[in-house]
């Protein structure tokens, strides 16, 4: 593993008495790219601003680029830029925005202008350069915010929902854009997102926050999968999150679903106090009846509500077991689907995941 | 009405030929509160900047003496003050009572509170995260403080003007620990007071406009340096 940039442990902050953020261990390599997300509220916002040094830990240790991060702060604060998750702008044009952090670094007047041409150009904002900038909208307040951000070229960046107010080509583009520009320069990103797209195109690594603490770490296909509690399953658009009880009983354990009108048998460890079952929309199959199947698998009956088109995969509505349930189908099986159609489906149980 | 319309005449003849004892007056009048001023500025906005950006456990009782300070009756800061110059008191060996730095002192005294309160409001009125966000861009404290003293500038600025209008206008203090002594401590309030008392309304009519015209003045170009920077920035 390479260096860490970031390197937190034990660390817990506190906002008007009120434990916001406990961090037991954190590390982040040096050119990582990584996502947080969770609920509002999470601390995810926090998380960022406690790196960046701008608020007190009382406790616990954070090293930024292998210093200690209670020393030295404006040296360390100015090899990391953060945008923020709202536009924070002082009154002048977006030049002036732009040129602040070169300026309070003294870099002379014709490298500020160069570079602020060049970076403006790489967020698609040249044409703002003397406008007004708390004059500006939503998305382009934003985008001037990077620029910003990457215009004094920081070895860590962090951004808070960076786009947020963006159109869906924007946002493409500059996700790919930024995504090069840390790749090229060696630069740590951490990005904090409610787009689970935008993470999933990001970053391999991603940080789960609920309640002011990580409760969940890894690539972010493994979260959207088994994510680690409901908020989490909701937040990642878990396609089905059924309240279940268990059983366990003698033949092996069972998930009761439906208030105990259907039954899985769930030849697995099985966590203790699980309360909801989540099934990825993409893991039924559909049957033909008189067919043998494995006997593994779970069967089950049920009468088409609602098919909801897309490209490649349709989302299709089903009622069965008295369960109202997300499939996700290929194209080729759903589109001739009916309303009012019978369906036979069936899943792996191993494939269902516990919460 | 008459009588409002002579004085206003014999205020501009006044001004007109630049009699020497008026303009004298007038002159002391802008010395004195444009230096009490100043010193409240240098003690009110950091104050309030201060206030503005920290938590701790009195500060609302703080706030309240600020507050409170903001509306000292004038003749009780100049009784205070007489008692601390005069001969026998505390500061008396300096020899200040009755001398134009005392009513500095004491409209000082005056308008720091009014600066103070004002600044907190201005600065406190900023987006809280703005401090963080230049901090984020790499300032010093001290650059923080500048930037954010510069992105408040309209409601600073608005703070000083009351404060200078509110010792301009002041009489209590400035008679009290000035004396009103011609050609020394003698300001365009104290003046005004001086001719009511010896009946002469018309020419005590006209100080009063040359008052009114010394502050409007000044306020007047503090207002149009502040909108030319407005429009500096559009
Ligand atoms: N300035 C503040 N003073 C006091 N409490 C705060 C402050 N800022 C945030 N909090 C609290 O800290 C907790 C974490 O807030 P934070 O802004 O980090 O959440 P977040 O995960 O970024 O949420 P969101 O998704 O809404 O942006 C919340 O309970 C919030 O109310
Ligand atoms: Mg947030």
């Given amino acids: 593993m390479k260096a860490a940039v970031i390197d937190m442990a034990g660390v817990k902050v506190y906002r008007e008495e009120k434990l916001v953020l406990d961090v037991p261990a954190l590390q982040i390599a040096s050119g990582e790219l990584i996502s947080v997300i969770g609920p509002n509220g999470a601390g995810k916002s926090t998380l960022l601003q406690t790196i960046n040094l701008l608020l007190p830990y009382r406790e616990g240790r954070l090293r930024l680029f292998g210093e200690n991060g209670q020393e030295n702060l404006l040296a360390l604060r100015r090899r990391c830029a953060m945008v923020f998750q709202e536009p924070l702008f002082l009154n002048g044009t977006v030049f002036a925005n732009v040129a602040l952090p070169l300026r309070l670094r003294n870099l002379p007047g014709a490298v500020i202008t160069e570079r602020i041409m060049t970076v403006l150009d790489m967020f698609h904002c040249s044409h703002l350069v003397n406008r007004q900038a708390l004059r500006l909208s939503g998305g382009e307040a934003k985008r001037v915010c990077l620029a910003r951000a990457v215009v004094c070229e920081p070895e860590l960046l962090l951004l808070d929902e960076p786009f947020a107010a963006l159109d869906p080509a924007t946002r493409k583009n500059l996700l790919v854009e930024l995504r090069q520009a840390a790749e090229a320069r060696a630069m740590t990103v951490v990005f904090v997102s409610h787009n689970l797209n935008d993470v999933l195109q990001f970053t391999e690594r991603v940080i789960v926050m609920e309640k002011g603490t990580i409760v969940q770490e890894g690539h972010p296909g493994k979260v959207i999968r088994r994510p680690a509690s409901r908020a989490i399953a909701e937040l990642a658009g878990m396609d089905n999150i059924l309240p279940c009880k268990l059983e366990k009983t003698v033949d092996g354990n069972q998930i009761l679903l439906g208030q105990g009108r259907s039954t899985i048998n769930y030849p697995f460890e099985m966590p203790d106090g699980a309360q909801h079952c989540c099934l990825p929309g993409d893991i039924f199959e559909i049957d033909d009846p008189d067919q043998l199947k494995d006997a593994d698998q779970v069967r089950w009956t049920g009468m088409v509500r609602q098919v909801i088109p897309g490209i490649g995969v349709f989302q299709v509505v089903v009622e069965a077991e008295g369960l109202i349930l997300n499939l996700r189908l290929a194209r080729e099986q759903a589109a001739h689907l009916v309303i009012g159609q019978v369906l036979h489906f069936s899943f792996n149980p191993a494939e269902s995941h516990l919460i | ?234």
């Fill in chain 2, 1 to 234: 009405m008459e009588s409002i319309w002579q004085g206003f005449l014999e205020a501009l003849r006044l001004l007109a030929i630049g009699d020497p004892e008026v303009v004298q007056v007038v002159l002391l009048s802008l010395q004195v509160s444009g230096t009490a001023t100043a010193i409240s500025v240098v003690i009110g906005v950091p104050l309030g900047l201060w206030l503005a950006l920290h938590d701790f456990r009195g500060k609302p009782v703080l706030l309240s003496f600020v507050n409170f300070g903001m509306g000292l009756p004038p003749v009780v800061v100049g009784l205070f003050v007489s008692l601390l110059l005069w001969r026998y008191g505390p500061l008396g060996m300096f020899g200040l009572m009755y001398t134009p730095v005392a009513i500095v002192v004491a409209q000082a005294v005056i308008a720091s509170p009014i600066i103070a309160g004002l600044s907190f409001a201005a600065i406190g009125s900023l987006e809280p995260k703005l401090r963080l966000q230049f901090l984020s861009l790499g300032a010093t404290g001290l650059q923080t403080n500048w930037l954010l003293i510069k992105e408040a500038r309209l409601g600073l600025m608005a703070a000083v003007m009351a404060g200078f209008g509110g010792v301009v206008s002041e009489v209590g203090a400035s008679m009290m620990v000035g004396g009103n002594i011609r050609g020394e401590t003698r300001v365009l309030t104290t003046a005004t007071v001086m001719e009511v008392g010896r009946g002469n309304y018309e020419l005590a009519l006209a100080l009063s406009f040359v008052l009114l015209m010394v502050a409007y003045s000044v306020v007047a170009v503090l207002t149009y340096s502040q909108n030319s920077r407005r429009q500096d920035a559009a």
